[in-house]
């Protein structure tokens, strides 16, 4: 639950502030800052996989092109790659 695991962190935060290591300290401060996205994502296991695999195929498609000659190609490349077009004419099954 997240009050659990805010109670956690707390005990968690308090030692690594005590500690006499320096780093330790700047990553619960990192932490810290950021503990409402980390429990909410903790709590509803969203990620940003999907977005992270469209950008892959996006460069890919950059890479593999070496260039394009104006943003309106490059555009049309990703739609045509990644728009889920059904490319088969209607009378041919798969």
């Given amino acids: 639950s997240p009050s659990n695991m805010r109670d ?42 999907s977005a992270e695999g469209l950008n892959s195929v996006i460069q890919k498609l950059k890479y593999v092109a070496r260039g394009f000659r104006n943003r309106d190609r490059f555009r049309a490349a990703i739609y045509f790659h990644l728009g ?8 041919i099954t798969r």
Avoid: C, F
């Fill in 84 to 91: 889920g077009l059904d490319l088969y004419p209607a009378g």
């Fill in 8 to 49: 956690q962190w707390g005990m968690w935060y308090d030692w690594a502030i005590r500690s006499r290591l320096e780093p330790m300290k700047a990553a619960a401060r990192m932490v810290k800052n950021h503990l409402g996205g980390i429990i909410h994502a903790a709590t509803e296991r969203i990620t940003n996989a």
